[in-house]
């Protein structure tokens, strides 16, 4: 059996979450860049997935990751549930509604895996904004119910580390967007994907694809600081099973 440390409770699940958006952010990365589809320096987080073979191999692990955050979004909903039977309806409430956007924005990402940007762009576009809009709510609504559960379910430190990462990822949505716009407004090239000085709005695209980095970085190491608490966590099924006369056949927990 299991002993290390990363095997206690759920703590397990964001540590594969974390470890699955690196894995498809560096792989990706770094296939589109030895193959030359898109330049070193900062290119937008979907340019890696564009071109095949890269866009097979990034939309495969991104559907994953998509899968594993709402898992991790699940078992956060039900851990706050569970630690809030007795307290205020707009905890309760508050905790429903966190769990649909985050699953709004979990259908983003799995958007963004399957619907280039060379392919279909403004569903792309709207994909990315589902992801990322609803991501950057969804950490601010966890973060006022991390302060609810302190200190006794999160610690401050956790509490104060969650709303740094809210602002890091509210500056790299709101600059990703504001400096892309400004960007494709003065683009006039071939190709988007590489996009050269020469094209225009290159100093505005590059700081719309650092800033997209940030927001992806603060993503992952907000749901990074969920590892401690789900270690805390186990969770468990009742398997009832029913004979022709529909009469339940009750069997251990597993």
Known sequence: MCKSWFCVG???????????VAATFTISYCISVGLGHVPAEFPYISDTGTYIPESCIFGQLLNITAALAFATIYVRYKQVQEYNREASPAILRANKIALVIGGFACLGMSMVANFQETNELQVHVFAANLCFGPGVVYCYMQTWLSYKMAPFHATIFACRARILLCFFATLGFVFTSVFAALANTKWHGDDQT??????????????????????????????????????????????????????????PEI
């Open 10 to 20: 759920m703590g397990w699940l964001p540590m594969s979450l974390a470890i699955m």
């Open 194 to 251: 590489k996009w050269k000085p020469e094209d225009g709005g290159f100093t505005e695209h590059i700081f719309s694809t650092a800033f997209e980095w940030v927001l992806a970085i603060s993503f992952l190491s907000y749901f990074f600081t969920f590892v401690r608490e789900f270690q805390k966590i186990t969770m468990e099924t009742t398997l009832r099973m029913y004979t022709e006369e529909l009469e339940p056949i009750n069997h």
